[in-house]
């Protein structure tokens, strides 16, 4: 009868069985083990990446002095930067949108700005490389102009998580403090920036996180919409695998990862890693 009276175990209390433990350790090993080895042989002394031949820095000093991969770099960075600022401000008002009003066709709109997110992203780049032959988008513009059209396909795509996420921050707001404060005579204005703003910055900066992770590592759009001179780093990177998988595209790729947790973790730093998670 002892078998049939236990108390069953509650949602978060599974992680204290040590099945689960080993199941969440195995997840971990699976998603990460890949990134450890690719960072391991990048300081690999052997040209074939197969065999560990000893320690060396020599292919970081070949990546770090590579113009080309350098340029790919900057013009990666460049449109995260740029994308992520204008996807911030078009998802923030979007989301604004969305929770706010209503309005005709209102699940029309919501389905619309979901499409990005659900079509496969070959679609997507087929779509602005088509779009942007028949508008005859100037090539052979100065830096940084020549990215805008990148620039504009990774805002397509990336200001719809911005505004999920701001949609979904502000679904936990009380709209009580918004009526307090114009009852206590504040304009629209001062109510969006004392009482709106603050309550969605986690949001903001969550979104602003996701959108430049999004345009810094994609590739299938950029590889659609880039031209010669306009190279982003997983671009380069795929450029230089099509020949052999080499210790210096180990070290261009641990360059790239590298910067990622980087500029994650001083996101973190600066917005708080609670208020990030108040975001969720």
């Not at 490389?129 to 513009?141: D, E, M, T």
Request: glycine share 4%; hydrophobic share 55%; aromatic share 12%.
């Amino acid at each position: 009868m002892a078998l049939f009276n236990r108390t069953p175990i509650a949602p978060l209390e599974y992680t204290r069985k040590a099945w689960m433990r080993l199941w969440m350790i195995a997840v971990m090993v699976f998603l990460y083990a890949p990134l450890l080895v690719l960072m391991v042989f990048s300081f690999n002394d052997s040209k074939r990446n197969v065999v560990w031949k000893g320690f060396t820095l020599k292919y970081y000093q070949k990546a770090l002095h590579n113009d080309s991969l350098i340029e790919a770099l900057v013009n990666s960075l460049t449109i995260a930067l740029l994308a992520t600022v204008i996807s911030v401000v078009l998802g923030a008002m979007a989301g604004l949108m969305l929770w706010r009003f209503r309005f005709p066709f209102k699940g029309a709109v919501e389905g619309a700005m979901s499409l990005p997110i659900i079509v496969p992203e070959i679609c997507m780049g087929v779509a602005m490389l088509i779009f942007f032959a028949k508008v005859q988008w100037p090539v052979g513009l100065p830096w940084p102009l020549n990215l805008s059209a990148i620039t504009i396909a990774h805002i397509t795509f990336c200001f719809p998580f911005v505004a999920l996420v701001v949609r979904s921050r502000m679904a936990s707001f009380n709209r009580e403090q918004e009526e307090a404060a114009k009852d206590l005579g504040a304009s629209e204005w001062a109510t969006f920036r004392d009482i709106l703003l603050p309550h969605m910055k986690p949001g903001l900066v969550a979104g602003a996180l996701l959108a430049f992770t999004l345009s810094l590592d994609d590739f299938v759009i950029t590889f659609f919409t880039s031209g010669p001179d306009t190279v982003t780093f997983p671009v380069k990177v795929y450029s230089m695998v099509r020949f052999s998988v080499t210790p210096e595209v180990n070290a261009a790729s641990t360059i790239l990862i590298i910067l990622t947790i980087a500029l994650t973790a001083v996101a973190l730093k600066l917005q708080g890693v609670k208020a990030i998670a108040d975001a969720h």
